[in-house]
C-alpha cells in the first residue's frame, strides 16, 4: 500500500518552469519504478516520464524529450519532474504513479497513483 501526493503545480508563462514533487508514504519506494502521467482537458492520459529503482535508467515521451527531467531521492521517498521551456500543450494534470513490476510506459501497468496536481501554462 503506497499514497503518493503530488505538489508543485501552478500557473506559468509559456518558457517558464516548474518543479513537480511527488512523496511516497511506505518502506519500500525505492522498489518501485516510478512515473509521470499528465491528461489535459478532454484528452486522455498520456505518458510522460518514467524513472528505475535506482534513478539510473530514465526514459521520456516524446514531445518532453530535452525539456524535462525526471529525478528520484530514495533517502526522502520523493520523486521529480524538473519542467523548463514549457509550453501551453504541456497544459494538464500531472499524476505520479508507482510500478513494482518494472520499466513501463503504460498507465494500466502502475500499481499506485497520486491525485493529480495542475500545470496551466499561458499565452
Known amino acids: 500500500q503506497v499514497q503518493l501526493v503530488e505538489s508543485g503545480g501552478g500557473l506559468v508563462q509559456a518558457g517558464g518552469s516548474l518543479r513537480l514533487s511527488c512523496a511516497a508514504s511506505?518502506?519500500?519506494?525505492?522498489?518501485?519504478?516510478m512515473g509521470w502521467f499528465r491528461q489535459a482537458p478532454g484528452k486522455e492520459r498520456d505518458f510522460v516520464a518514467v524513472i528505475s529503482r535506482s534513478g539510473a535508467i530514465t526514459a521520456y515521451a516524446d514531445s518532453v524529450k530535452g525539456r524535462f527531467t525526471i529525478s528520484r531521492d530514495n533517502a526522502k521517498n520523493t520523486v521529480y519532474l524538473q519542467m523548463n521551456s514549457l509550453k501551453p500543450e504541456d497544459t494538464a494534470v500531472y499524476y505520479c504513479?508507482?510500478?513494482?513490476?518494472?520499466?513501463?510506459?503504460?498507465?494500466?501497468?502502475?500499481?499506485?497513483w497520486g491525485k493529480g496536481t495542475l500545470v496551466t501554462v499561458s499565452s
Open positions: 504513479a508507482a510500478d513494482s513490476e518494472g520499466y513501463s510506459r503504460r498507465g494500466t501497468d502502475m500499481d499506485y
Open positions: 511506505g518502506r519500500t519506494f525505492s522498489s518501485y519504478y
